[in-house]
Structures are given as C-alpha cells and as structure tokens.
C-alpha cells in the first residue's frame, strides 16, 4: 500500500476546546453520535477539514451533544 503525502490537519481534544473555548463543549461534542470523531486508542481526534464540514452542516439547527 502507497501513502500518499497530504496536508490533512488532526486537532486533538485540547485544540478542539480552544477553538471552542469550552472544554465541556468539546468533550460532549466528542462524545455526540454522528460527529466526525477518530478515537485511536485513548486519543480522540477530528480532521479540521471534517469539524468544517460538520460545522456547515449543522449550521442554523439545534444539536443534541452527548449522545
């Protein structure tokens, strides 16, 4: 298998609250069905350009977090 080299960005948790600005936020963000979360092993992570794509997606509705 070839990888090919890409500029796809990964925020962890912790850059995903400072966008935020609320921890809280982006642990239950994390932890809501149908985010575009990648857990790899204890890490959670999301592609920015994914987070951007969600955001648009969901843009002027009511989102559930948490579940």
Do not use: C, H
């Not at 925020?11 to 069905?33: D, F, P, V």
């Amino acid at each position: 298998m070839e990888l090919r080299e890409t500029n796809v960005k990964l925020l962890s948790a912790k850059e995903l609250t400072a966008a935020l600005g609320s921890r809280m936020l982006a642990y239950k963000l994390l932890n809501t069905t149908g985010f575009p979360v990648i857990r790899l092993g204890k890490r959670l992570l999301v592609r920015e350009d994914s987070l951007e794509e969600w955001l648009k997606a969901n843009e002027g509705k009511y989102v559930q977090v948490g579940k």
